[in-house]
């Protein structure tokens, strides 16, 4: 169990308080591996665990809720996605099962969502990639804010976490709590944007390697070899097709997304396939691909969606003990101020 000192308690309180936790430091909702081994590891370790509901049923969802809660007593969050065709539902199956925090994220989400949120009495977590929108949302009802940079894997936006907190913590961390995420793999890196302002932090590539983690052996092994530079965004072949950038180490399935692209845009100029119908099938690649490397292990195939931070992660460990280590250099740190 994690006791922190009275220097980093100030500062991760407000956080602490918002999640019902002891420490201020979340789990990043991540397809396939966010489900209820790690997402109750990372709880059970005073973290707050956020399961991942990616493309599930509202069955499914209840299911993997519920099968939570068989491994935690301690809170956790569900993230949603708000282009979900069922998002109405998946709310409802939150509220009717008490999740006490709720996420919304994937694009700007709808007021109707929203009020359905409050009105069944969760706290609603956003995600902002700008000021104006964080400004937005929290008028929208918003309880808390996740701000995360280019450096952090799977879909990206085009700032870095600096510039973003730099941003966007002097203003908003006055309304609301706010979380900083991308490219955070130490505890003297949450120091300082404790410092900043922030109410605490979201982790997702760190924990990938955790014991808990149900990811492929061979999933592990390619983010234990990976260095920072490995971990890319992919890119866009044509503008009439907006594609939004994913991070992920370099492998063959980078190359076979390229090769997608391609694919769909000539069917789009032989007048084979609509533009809705092209795009959608460009997006989703990437969930059949994720799912092949995480769960199927085919790490040359599929997509290896992984932060810049993966550079830093180098061995197999529990949970725990990423998150004891991470307090433990956060408390050096603050240690070191007072010298």
Known sequence: MVTLSSRLRPLMQRGCDFLGTKTAIMGGAMSWISERNLVAAISNADGFGVLACGSMSPDLLRAEIQGTR????????????????????????????????IVLAGGVPSAPAVKRVKDGGAKLICFTPALALGKRLVRMGADAIVIEGMEAGGHIGPVSTSVLSQE?????????????????????????????????????????????????????????????????????????????????????????????????????????????????????????????????????????????????????????AILAELIRQAEQALLHREL
Not at 78 to 97: A, K, R, S, W, Y
Request: charged share 25%.
């Open 70 to 101: 068989t491994l935690t007593r301690m809170p956790f969050g569900v993230n949603l996605i708000t282009m979900h065709p069922q998002l109405d539902e998946l709310i409802d199956v939150c509220l009717e099962e008490k999740v006490g925090h």
């Open 168 to 320: 966007i913590l002097p203003t908003l961390s006055s309304e609301v709590p706010v979380f900083v995420a991308g490219g955070i793999g130490r505890g003297e890196t949450i120091v300082s944007y404790l410092e900043m302002g922030a109410s605490g932090v979201q982790l997702g590539t760190l924990f990938v390697c955790a014991n808990e983690c149900i990811a492929h052996e061979n999933f592990k092994k390619s983010f234990i070899r990976a260095a920072a530079r490995d971990a890319v965004p992919t890119p866009q072949l044509d503008p009439r097709f907006p594609v939004i950038p994913v991070r992920a180490i370099v492998n063959e399935g980078t190359k076979l997304f390229l090769d997608k692209q391609r694919e769909v845009i000539s069917k789009f100029d032989a007048g084979e396939l609509t533009k809705e119908a092209a795009q959608l099938e460009i997006e989703h690649f990437w969930a059949g691909a994720l799912r092949r490397a995480v769960i199927d292990g085919d790490t040359e195939n599929g997509s290896l969606m992984a932060g810049q931070i993966v550079g830093v992660v180098k061995d197999e460990q529990p949970t725990a």
